[in-house]
Nanobody
Framework: VQLVESGGGLVQAGGSLRLSCAASGRTISTYAMGWFRQAPGKERDFVAA????????YYVDSVKGRFTISRDNAKNTVYLQMNNLKPDDTAVYYCAADQRPLSSTLFAPSPATTSLDWGQGTQVTVSS
C-alpha cells in the first residue's frame, strides 16, 4: 500500500490542524491504521490507532482529549484531527498501515513497527 499524508503546517499554540492519509494500491478497510510522530533528535513515537471498521480507537496519553483519529473506508483515507495544539506536538507526523488484516498490533503503548507500511510524513510545527 502507498500512503500519502497531507494537512501539516505551521499553527499557533491552541490552534487546530487536520491531517489526512490517502491510501492507494489496496483497500485499507480490513486493516488497522495509525499515526506516529517524530520530533527532531527523537525516536518515532506512537500517537493514535483505529481499527479496521473504525469502532475502536487508541491514543497515547499526551494527546487524549485533544486528538481524534477517524477513517473513511469508502475514500481509503484516515484522518487525525488535532485540537488545542501545543509546542510539544511539533514533529513530522507519519501515517502507518498494518500489513496484516484484522490485526491489533497498533493497539499498544509502543506497538511493534516491523509489520507496518509508512507514508513519507508531514511536518507539523506549533509556535508558542
Amino acid at each position: 500500500v502507498q500512503l500519502v499524508e497531507s494537512g501539516g503546517g505551521l499553527v499557533q499554540a491552541g490552534g487546530s490542524l487536520r491531517l489526512s492519509c490517502a491510501a492507494s494500491g489496496r483497500t485499507i478497510s480490513t486493516y488497522a491504521m495509525g499515526w506516529f510522530r517524530q520530533a527532531p533528535g527523537k525516536e518515532r513515537d506512537f500517537v493514535a490507532a483505529i481499527s479496521w471498521g473504525g469502532g475502536r480507537t487508541y491514543y497515547v496519553d499526551s494527546v487524549k482529549g485533544r486528538f481524534t483519529i477517524s477513517r473513511d473506508n469508502a475514500k481509503n483515507t484516515v484522518y487525525l484531527q488535532m485540537n488545542n495544539l501545543k509546542p510539544d506536538d511539533t514533529a513530522v507526523y507519519y501515517c502507518a498501515a498494518d500489513q496484516r488484516p484484522l490485526s491489533s498490533t497498533l493497539f499498544a503503548p509502543s506497538p511493534a513497527t516491523t509489520s507496518l507500511d509508512w507514508g513519507q510524513g508531514t511536518q507539523v510545527t506549533v509556535s508558542s
